[in-house]
């Protein structure tokens, strides 16, 4: 079938590298932030979260880094395996003058050559 | 299982036969929404439900419309579908609006309007 994965950033990586997918997010007022994976044929599913109050959130082999200063967000992958290919939304919401609607980036393809 | 629901998986219909897409949670989930993702542009909210019987436009509504009689279904209706409507649609739901919750997509349904 057609891929989401058409048009989009991509991120080509070795197995067991490390992978860095980084996402600039547009309302300084957001305060909530979530990643997304969706593999081909499939809806996007949850990978993390982080809250505005926080800089740094770790969980089994992601970490997400929240730099609100530039209004940048990145996802990082340690150990990349081939399952990891997808594609990566990182997403928005929240904070006063924010909105409860998450937005969401237009994602990247991750890519994980054996 | 937790889970979001949504019916058909495939569809490929004619320009103006109305046409109905079902999705149903089995989360007792109060906010419920929906997307179409189309190549390079991401996903986009159609419409949302804060609770049942409480509805509002997201940012592409033209064409389409919603209901929400029940809290575990939101059904999206196409009245009179046109080419522009074929894309991949995702119903997602989540346990309230506020700002500190994920959502949970369904698999997604493609759709073809010729």
């Known amino acids: 079938g057609e891929s989401v994965g058409l048009h989009l950033p991509t991120l080509s990586v070795q197995e067991g590298d490390n992978s860095i997918i980084n996402c600039a997010y547009s309302n300084s007022a957001s305060d909530y932030f979530i990643w997304y994976k969706q593999e081909s044929g499939k809806g996007p599913q949850f990978i993390i979260d982080?809250?505005?109050?926080?800089d740094k959130r770790q969980g089994q082999r992601v970490t997400v880094l929240l730099n609100k200063t530039v209004k940048h967000l990145s996802l990082q992958i340690a150990a990349t395996q081939p399952g990891d290919s997808a594609v990566y939304f990182c997403a928005e919401k929240g904070g006063v003058g924010g909105s409860y609607i998450p937005t969401f980036g237009r994602g990247t393809s991750l890519i994980v050559h054996p | 299982e937790a889970q979001v629901t949504q019916n058909p998986r495939y569809l490929i219909t004619v320009t103006g036969k109305k046409l109905t897409v079902t999705c149903s949670q089995n989360?007792?989930?109060?906010?419920m929404s929906w997307y179409r993702q189309d190549p390079g542009l991401g996903l986009r909210q159609i419409y949302y439900?804060?609770?049942?019987?409480?509805?509002d436009k997201g940012d592409v509504p033209e064409g389409y419309k919603v209901s929400r009689k029940e809290k575990r279904n939101f059904p999206l209706i196409l009245e009179s579908p046109s080419p522009n409507q074929t894309s991949l649609y995702f119903c997602?739901?989540?346990?309230?609006?506020?700002?500190?919750?994920?959502?949970?997509f369904g698999q997604g349904t493609r759709l073809t309007v010729v």
């Open positions: 989360m007792n989930h109060e906010y």
């Open positions: 982080i809250r505005s109050n926080m």
């Open positions: 439900s804060m609770n049942v019987e409480v509805t």
């Open positions: 997602a739901s989540s346990f309230s609006a506020s700002w500190n919750t994920e959502a949970f």
